[in-house]
């Protein structure tokens, strides 16, 4: 009879038979502490994703991705596309987190709490065996069975959709689309039908093979990784050589050669594995550390009174017998990176201006207009954005000319938090303060709290005269 570690000799995947065909994995659920923790985190995080939409955090939602109007929301702080800095390491300090995640605790994030996962394991499969039965037991007689399973999928999958759509849009507009007709919102509509259609694919059909095929995190978790790394472990040493539960040996001191190890090679921990790798091989790229393995051979351990652990959490090198610690140097290097990164992120927020100003000339006309009594108009464009979280009203004024007026048809200009909008300024100055047909000046805009900001304009006049080159008379 061909083993499951024999089987797994002359597999490329976990999920191809040795002809190349799909081998599809259903596995066995195996109860246990291990299971029951991570049920708790896993509905904890689908509750968590399902209702953060419907929170505010100074007037959004806690995370909002408005790729439309290029803003992004994190806990009260938004993001916009002048925060580049800022965003970048944000990003990095995710990244870092990550690496110290992985340093020490190996794939917990895979197995515990990535999407994947959490919806592979605690939604879509308990939903294929209600339907279907559980793996191992005769399957549940009905032929309607299996399309209604792929019906509740569908409106699974749409919910969530509908669920990722608004961390994009926000909630408020997408109950607005859902009580109108699609024709009204066809880009959103067709948004929504692709993420449920690529969660179908996913969940009914490509599986596991996310982890194993399209997602690069187990492939660089080599470089991630060390030899104290907390990880999915088998007791080589206690458990071989395999042999049957009758047969195993009560004397630990004779030779290993002379005795069985208390590996009864039931292949439970294989039968349950979600991505169907035998975890005896050692470590794999395959693994997710769920630790299913871990409370299938609990279990048997238990029946058959031995102690547990035979398959447990520990570091390879705590397996060969060194002493297990998290203390070393890159567990040292990636807290204080990470602490730097947070600390530069956290300044680049608060040093951020309070409004975002831009100035330029207005376009579509002359450089200035020389007016009747001499007098010269440049007009200006300001784009002014609100980055508080409060409604705030702008004035504007020309620093370093008291001679010049400001007149505009856009002033005062009250915005909302996040809103960005344009004003059109005449500056009206003297001829007499042009210096060889130029002007240095800065536009300063003034919220009605809070301090003003300003930008520098070269405002443009008469070399000599009114009427000279590079005017008009009058307005056109």
């Given amino acids: 009879m061909t083993t499951a570690a024999s089987q797994s000799e002359v597999r490329v995947l976990s999920t191809l038979n040795a002809d190349g065909s799909r081998r599809w994995i259903k596995p066995w659920p195996s109860p246990g502490r291990f299971l029951r923790r991570r049920r708790v985190v896993a509905y904890a995080l689908i509750g968590v994703f399902t209702v953060l939409p419907y929170l505010t955090i100074n007037g959004k939602p806690p995370i909002l991705l408005d790729i439309a109007a290029r803003e992004f929301t994190f806990f009260g702080v938004t993001f916009y596309p002048t925060d580049t800095l800022a965003?970048?390491?944000?990003?990095?300090?995710?990244?870092?987190?990550?690496?110290?995640?992985?340093?020490?605790?190996?794939?917990?994030?895979?197995?515990?709490?990535?999407?994947?996962?959490?919806?592979?394991?605690?939604?879509?499969?308990?939903?294929?065996?209600?339907?279907?039965?559980?793996?191992?037991?005769?399957?549940?007689?009905?032929?309607?069975?299996?399309?209604?399973?792929?019906?509740?999928?569908?409106?699974?999958?749409?919910?969530?959709?509908?669920?990722?759509?608004?961390?994009?849009?926000?909630?408020?507009?997408?109950?607005?689309?859902?009580?109108?007709?699609?024709?009204?919102?066809?880009?959103?509509?067709?948004?929504?039908?692709?993420?449920?259609?690529?969660?179908?694919?996913?969940?009914?059909?490509?599986?596991?093979?996310?982890?194993?095929?399209?997602?690069?995190?187990?492939?660089?978790?080599?470089?991630?990784?060390?030899?104290?790394s907390l990880i999915i472990s088998y007791d080589r040493q206690r458990g071989e050589p395999r042999g049957k539960a009758r047969r195993a040996a009560t004397d630990v001191s004779l030779p290993v050669t002379s005795r069985r190890g208390d590996c009864v090679d039931c292949g439970l921990c294989v039968r349950t594995c979600p991505t169907g790798i035998d975890i005896r091989d050692g470590l794999q790229m395959e693994c997710i550390g769920c630790a299913q393995c871990i409370d299938a051979c609990d279990a048997v351990m238990t029946k058959l009174g031995r102690p547990k652990g035979l398959i447990r959490y520990s570091s390879q090198a705590a397996m060969e017998g060194a002493r297990f610690t998290l203390l070393r140097p890159r567990v040292a290097l990636y807290p204080l990176l990470l602490a730097v990164l947070i600390a530069a992120l956290g300044v680049t927020i608060a040093r951020r201006p309070a409004t975002l100003l831009t100035v330029a000339r207005a376009t579509g006309g002359a450089a200035f207009y020389v007016e009747p009594d001499g007098s010269v108009v440049n007009r200006v464009r300001l784009t002014v954005r609100n980055q508080t979280s409060r409604p705030a009203t702008y004035t504007a004024r020309v620093a370093g000319l008291e001679s010049a007026r400001v007149t505009s048809a856009d002033l005062p200009l009250t915005l909302e938090p996040g809103e960005l909008a344009q004003a059109t300024l005449a500056i009206q100055a003297p001829a007499g303060v042009f210096e060889n047909g130029r002007r240095e000046v800065r536009i300063e805009v003034a919220p009605h709290t809070g301090e003003p900001v300003s930008k520098p304009i070269r405002l443009l006049g008469p070399w000599s005269a009114p009427g000279s080159v590079g005017g008009e008379e009058g307005h056109p």
């Fill in 87 to 228: 965003l970048a390491l944000l990003i990095v300090s995710v990244f870092v987190a990550v690496f110290l995640v992985t340093a020490l605790f190996g794939r917990i994030w895979c197995g515990w709490a990535c999407p994947q996962t959490v919806y592979m394991e605690f939604l879509y499969r308990p939903i294929e065996r209600l339907f279907e039965g559980r793996p191992g037991r005769k399957p549940k007689a009905g032929a309607w069975r299996k399309p209604a399973k792929h019906v509740a999928f569908l409106l699974v999958s749409m919910a969530l959709a509908h669920t990722f759509l608004a961390y994009f849009v926000g909630i408020d507009r997408l109950a607005r689309w859902v009580t109108t007709p699609p024709t009204e919102h066809p880009v959103a509509f067709l948004v929504m039908a692709g993420v449920t259609g690529l969660m179908m694919f996913d969940f009914a059909f490509f599986r596991e093979q996310t982890c194993l095929i399209a997602c690069p995190y187990g492939r660089f978790q080599s470089a991630m990784l060390d030899r104290h």
